[in-house]
């Protein structure tokens, strides 16, 4: 696996590709890198010619007292999980390689991202699609890859994508589970065993207003209210807990088809986010 930390680096090498005439995909991560990283690359490795793994903890993603000096920077057994992945190309950029000291331009998209984490966390998805958008610009992939654990993260990219035509196919890749439900992250790694299995709670409450809504349940604001309170009785705090549309994450009504559920919760300092996707007419 070959290693660019400059712009230049990196464009030199996709630039000899291309004129090879191979596909290009971008897995885009923060590093610290767990099986469900580890899934977007080989699935990356199906569907293009080429891979590059991005590695970036970037700051304007955090917000003032988030764990942006904590989160963890795991960059030698990174390289040697991609190593064995089969991934072609590490970018290893620093932050001043990434962000100009004057820069002046950011990406935002209006509502969405101020909505669900964006809510709780004002400018979080400012900084992702600013981001992304400038890793885009940067490798000039064929296609990017994204966990759909982060699945409001996922709509904000597929929406950028959209609206500034930008001539990159986005994949989503199914979120890799624990055998108890929790959903892969890196965050989890604050976590002791113990609140391990209370955060796999989260995944149990998705099921169970899954459960409620296939079975007919009409309520859809006492499902949520359901699924707070269970949240709260496992010792989470959460933060919300929703029933949306798929397509664009507006609240559902009872005509909408294919559904999200999303919701977010703390357990002590560290914040934990899931969904579950499916439609309606799946059998209970
Ligand atoms: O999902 C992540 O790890 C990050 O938000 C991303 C997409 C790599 C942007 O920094």
Known sequence: MQIAKTVSELREIVREWRSAGQSVALVPTMGNLHPGHIALVNRAKEKANRVVVSIFVNPMQFGVGEDFETYPRTEREDQEKLN??????????????????????????TDLSEWYCGASRPGHFNGVTTIVCKLFNMV?????????????????????????????????????????????????????PEEKNVAAKIYQSLCTARNAILSGQQSYEEIERQGVLFLLESGLQPDYFCICRASDLKKADIDDIELVLLTAAKLGKTRLIDNLCFTKHEAA
Request: neutral net charge.
């Open 140 to 192: 000039q992939p064929d296609i990017a890859l994204f966990g759909l654990k982060d699945f409001q993260q996922f709509t904000l990219i597929r929406t950028i994508v959209r609206d500034l035509n930008i001539p990159v196919e986005i994949i989503g890749v199914k979120t890799v589970r624990e055998i108890s439900g929790l959903a892969m992250s890196s965050r989890n790694g604050y976590l002791t």
């Open 84 to 109: 064995i992945s089969g991934a072609d190309l590490l970018f290893l950029p620093t932050v001043s390689e990434v962000y100009a000291q004057n820069a002046k331009t950011t990406v935002s998209v």
